[in-house]
């Protein structure tokens, strides 16, 4: 176990102990994340650790290299986690580093033991460094993280982080301009999209993105054609259910996922309505489903393995001691032209 240390001009552990009302040994514990520690002492702890900005050492020195990484995610049986993690063990390969990979708690990322419960667990283990593939992490555990010292950087959170959390994601703006332009192209006019989890800043880049494409072709976005699905396959399908009762339904749908875009042609053909015949379908993700579906779908491929190895390598250059230049790195997004798009039709 690092013992912990404080940085530069931060509290010592026994200024810590003193202020909590404990030994250095029990401040020490609380510190590393260690379980022998009775909860109210441990929360009282904690308190002061936050209040005072308590910064442990970091666990490798520059130009040492890491010995371990930990990649945590929000699942491990899904097509996209499968993504990720071949990027990830693609670039830890070339890079000589080994990756232990976990799932966050079910509850969610604040897990079982409160705030910092589930987060100390990983931060006992003293990896060198974490990525975090979740939908993002609350306020006091970014906060906990930086006074721990332990090099961190998410992959495609789903909430916007701190602005100084270093992030990789996809251009979703761009992505979303050119799957609407994609149908706008083909003579589509009446086009609708149906974004994932509301106000959080994957889904509504891509909306942001339709909404401009579909703004600078002078075409209006009535309310009604804009529609969240919380990137399910059931939120896609219920959406496109209330679209298809609006006095004129959409000829198009850009769905912001894959799994809502499946959603989207379950509601269609229980409507008996042809893709691409007579509702054409962009999605995005381009997850192995989307190849598989019938018809393939047109989709805005998002690089996800190529988006995790970037996470690593960004992570073992902070580890070494470098600062990123820039806290968010965007790789490009490309649309791949399928089978679920075509000219407009006859309705039935």
Known sequence: MVRPAAAAGGPTLAVIAREAGVSVPTASKVANGREDVAPETRRRVTEVLDRLGYVRRQRTGAGRGPALIELVMRQLDSPWSGAVLHGVERAAREAGVSVLVSA????????????????????????????????GLSEGQ?????????????????????????????????GGVSATEHLIGL????????????????????VAGHRSAMAAAGLPVPPGYVGWGEFSEEGGRREMERMLALPEPPTAVFSCSDEMGLGVCRALAGHGLRVPE???????????????ATPALTTVRQPLAEMAGTALRLLLRMVAGDRPEGVRTELSTRLVVRDSTAPPGGRA
């Not at 003579?187 to 891509?206: D, K, L, N």
């Open 142 to 174: 970014y906060s906990r993280l930086r006074q721990h010292g332990i090099p961190f950087v998410m992959i495609d959170p789903v909430r916007q982080p701190p602005p100084w959390v270093p992030s990789v994601g996809a251009t979703n703006w761009q």
């Open 278 to 292: 007579e509702v054409s379908l962009v999605a995005f993700d381009d997850l192995p489903q989307a190849r598989w």
């Open 187 to 206: 003579g589509h006019r009446r086009i609708a999209v149906i974004g994932g989890f509301p106000r959080e800043q994957s889904s509504t880049a891509r």
């Open 104 to 135: 966050a708690p079910a509850g969610g990322a604040r897990g079982a033991g409160g705030e910092h419960g589930w987060l100390e667990r990983l931060c006992a283990r003293e990896t060198s460094g974490m990525l975090f593939n979740l939908a």
